[in-house]
């Protein structure tokens, strides 16, 4: 799960909300997201340290990939896990309030995507390790995911949950989060 320093989350939500009520919102929600994902082991992506204190304290293995941005966070991560012998990553965003069940994508055959409410972006994706399946999220992800997918060679499948498809990007996307 990679998670940005909860300092400089949500920035798109500064018209609504203070700093401090961002970065609160922003470990609710990466807490949240630990939870839901349970009882898989959680390896968490950051460079800040502070959500590395954080993430330990729920029992979190931390990864620190400084400078990578996400995408290459994430990219660096599965090598990574493949390399100790993991089977599967699921990687989650943090920012799902309504996540629940992420475990069960992690017993889904093949390459699992999970869009956002608007299939604009990828929440969610559950990969085999023994693929070379490279992340690129950002603006459209899900489509460039969707084509990942299609060259990897193995199957692969559009899980449409709506509670994993809710993510809190822009204020109107607050009406998910409890006040």
Not at 56 to 78: E, I, Q, T
Not at 128 to 134: A, D, G, I, Y
Request: proline share 6%.
């Amino acid at each position: 799960m990679p998670v940005k320093a909860f300092a400089d989350a949500k920035m798109r939500l500064a018209t609504v909300l203070s700093a401090h009520e961002r970065a609160a919102l922003a470990r609710k929600m990466a807490e949240h997201v630990v939870k839901a994902a349970a009882p898989l082991p959680v390896t968490v992506l950051c460079d800040d340290a502070g959500v590395a204190i954080w993430a330990r304290a729920l029992g979190a293995r931390v990864l620190s990939v400084p400078g990578a941005g996400l995408n290459g966070a994430v990219n660096a991560a599965f090598a990574q896990l493949s390399e100790e012998g993991y089977d599967r990553v699921v990687v989650a965003h943090s920012d799902l309030p309504l996540a629940a069940g992420l475990a069960g994508l992690a017993l889904l055959d093949g390459i699992v995507l999970v869009p956002d409410r608007r299939l604009e972006g990828t929440n969610v994706i559950s990969v085999p390790t023994h693929c070379s399946f490279r992340f690129a999220y950002g603006s459209g992800s899900f489509a460039r995911h969707q084509d990942e997918a299609r060259r990897s060679g193995l199957p692969w499948q559009v899980v449409q949950d709506p509670g994993l498809a809710w993510d809190v990007d822009f204020p109107a996307d607050m009406t998910a989060v409890a006040p």
